[in-house]
């Protein structure tokens, strides 16, 4: 199957700071999407972004499918951004995600 | 609109037991997928129902099967459970069976089996 890279794994950050996460994925991809895994184990819905660049408040993410990669932008970080995020990627083979490892980000005050 | 429900949210069990899953789509999602969660192995794909018939399934042994209602309301049932099968378990709807739409998961079941 499709092989999906998070990086970085594990992220500190102080409270006010810009951060970027990187997925890189294996193959052409239908769907991507980005999650925030809250400390309950929701998966929070962040961007449905298979290509381009979409912005919500403080976060935005930009796709470039030809290259394989996605990029998820957090700026001006506060506490509440801490916990696992998570890029899952569905290559339109089988109906099905493929998760990559995660980045754990703390952003501490 | 309510979202992805699952129940219930917490399970302990015993080896040898089995269970029963639950998960509520959201209100016209046609399609429901599970995924197991574990420390060691990560999200990974167990199965997807679209229109009560299961599409595609993931590597998982035959112990794990599911199915879905003609609500769209899935379930998902482990028999002869063993301590590696501990996990939270989500749930994911979309819209249609295309899986360009984006997807939606639940709070998920966290089950213990001791």
């Known amino acids: 199957g499709i092989q999906v890279e998070q990086s970085p794994p594990d992220l500190i950050l102080q409270e006010g700071a810009n951060s970027t996460l990187r997925c890189n994925f294996s193959?052409?991809?239908?769907?991507l999407q980005w999650f925030h895994q809250n400390p309950w184990g929701q998966l929070i819905n962040l961007f449905y972004?298979?290509?381009g660049t979409k912005q919500n408040g403080r976060l935005s993410a930009t796709t470039v499918a030809t290259e394989r990669y996605s990029l998820l932008y957090i700026s001006s970080s506060q506490t509440t951004d801490s916990g696992v995020y998570f890029c899952?990627?569905?290559?339109?083979?089988?109906?099905?995600?493929?998760f990559g490892t995660g980045t754990s980000l703390t952003v501490i005050p | 609109k309510a979202g992805v429900t699952q129940t219930p949210r917490y399970l302990i069990k015993t080896r040898g037991q089995q269970v029963t899953l639950s998960c509520s789509p959201i209100?016209?999602?046609?399609?429901v997928s599970w995924y197991q969660q574990t420390p060691g192995q990560g999200l990974q794909f167990l199965f997807e129902?679209?229109?009560?018939?299961?599409?595609n399934k993931g590597n998982f042994p035959g112990r794990f099967s599911g199915r879905q209602f003609s609500n769209s309301r899935s379930e998902m049932n482990v028999s002869t459970l063993e301590l590696g099968d501990s996990a939270l378990y989500l749930c994911?709807?979309?819209?249609?069976?295309?899986?360009?739409?984006?997807?939606?998961f639940g709070q998920g079941t966290r089950l213990t089996v001791v």
């Open positions: 994911a709807s979309s819209l249609d069976g295309s899986w360009n739409t984006e997807a939606f």
């Open positions: 193959d052409s991809v239908n769907n």
């Open positions: 972004i298979p290509s």
């Open positions: 899952a990627v569905e290559p339109g083979t089988g109906n099905q995600f493929y």
């Open positions: 209100s016209g999602h046609r399609s």
């Open positions: 129902y679209f229109s009560e018939t299961q599409r």
